[in-house]
Nanobody, 126 residues
Framework: QVQLVESGGGLVQAGGSLRLSCGAS????????MGWFRQAPGKERDFVAA????????YYADSVKGRFTISRDNAKNMVYLQMNSLKPEDTAVYYC???????????????????WGQGTQVTVSS
């Protein structure tokens, strides 16, 4: 069982930066592939980024590639999403998620994730 808690959301102007954090409970955190997803009002929840539990393999949605960076600290049970050059279209509730997976596998399919946080709001003003 893994419990996830996101933090770090807020209001920022276009072009600005935010760093989201996700803290995880459970001693086996280091065996979970971690992902970030987002959901804008009236839209489906979409994949943003994922990171393997070993080897630092990452994968990004095309819309955030080059602007967002996912990272993790297994010793601290934390995963992060550094968001730079934010755009109004990045406005959404951001969720972190976890799934047991092989060491260097990243998962981008929402249905494969087993555990979800409650989400944190990110609002980018123009």
């Amino acid at each position: 069982q893994v419990q996830l808690v996101e933090s770090g959301g807020g209001l920022v102007q276009a072009g600005g930066s935010l760093r989201l954090s996700c803290g995880a409970s459970g001693r086996t955190f280091s065996r979970y592939t971690m992902g970030w997803f987002r959901q804008a009002p009236g839209k489906e929840r979409d994949f943003v980024a994922a990171i393997s539990w070993r080897g630092g393999v990452t994968y990004y949605a095309d819309s955030v590639k080059g602007r967002f960076t996912i990272s993790r600290d297994n010793a601290k049970n934390m995963v992060y999403l550094q968001m730079n050059s934010l755009k109004p279209e990045d406005t959404a509730v951001y969720y972190c998620a976890a799934v047991l997976a092989p060491a260097i596998v990243v998962v981008k399919t929402i249905g494969e994730y087993d555990y979800w946080g409650q989400g944190t709001q990110v609002t980018v003003s123009s």
